[in-house]
Antibody, heavy 120, light 107 residues
């Protein structure tokens, strides 16, 4: 069964850093386009970042320069390093696989989500 | 950035009703349009990709159509498990923007 399992969320003070992990099973992270999508409490979905199979990365303007997407092929795991966190970064963060190499992503597999709360 | 506008933002319908949700992109996105369903507290689920292709395992009462800027998601006969929020998403270019969502509620 193909699955994504996230970890690393929690409560963090403004300005702090956090690294989210997304462990994949049943498929290879490095062979797929992988993204992070977030959802603030009571709000809609917001695309955050993508890493292509070739390693190229893109970010939403709201996180550019603060967040870094990466992967560890040996661990079959996707990461999101989040620095200079702000209150408006508070959200459930999902990792997701693009099942169809659809440029930016048609996400057929999602993790269960990990909550990040930025508050003093 | 490409803006995605969904309408309506909410609707009330009864079991068995035919339901249509529309999504408009701020520019042409060819057929790079996907539809998701999300129930409260749950993970989004892919229903339709590439505007009209049904994701494996999704019931055939769901269908998608359109190209360019205008797209439609249709539920031919609404079932109790379909009451949820639906999102469109363009996958034509980064950022992969989502629509604001359409909440389908029980009448």
């Amino acid at each position: 069964e193909m699955q994504l399992v996230e970890s690393g969320g929690g409560l963090i003070q403004p300005g702090g850093s956090l690294r989210l992990s997304c462990a994949a099973s049943g498929f290879t992270v490095s062979s797929n386009y992988m993204s992070w999508v977030r959802q603030a409490p009571g709000k809609g979905l917001e695309w955050v970042s993508i890493i292509y199979s070739g390693g190229i990365t893109y970010y939403a303007d709201s996180v550019k320069g603060r967040f870094t997407i990466s992967r560890d092929n040996s661990k079959n795991t996707l990461y999101l390093q989040m620095n200079s966190l702000r209150a408006d970064d508070t959200a459930v963060y999902y990792c997701a696989r693009d099942g169809y190499n659809s440029r930016v992503g048609a996400f057929d597999i999602w993790g269960q989500g990990t909550m990040v709360t930025v508050s003093s | 950035d490409i803006q995605m506008t969904q309408s309506p933002s909410s609707l009330s319908a009864s079991v068995g009703d035919r339901v249509t949700i529309t999504c408009r992109a701020s520019q042409s996105i060819a057929s790079y349009l996907n539809w998701y369903l999300q129930k409260p507290g749950k993970v989004p689920k892919l229903l339709i990709y590439a505007a009209s292709s049904l994701q494996s395992g999704v019931p055939s009462r769901f269908s998608g159509s359109g190209s360019g800027p205008d797209f439609t998601l249709t539920i031919s006969s609404l079932q109790p498990e379909d009451f949820a929020t639906y999102y469109c998403q363009q996958s034509y270019s980064t950022p992969g923007t989502f629509g604001g969502g359409t909440k389908v509620e029980i009448k």
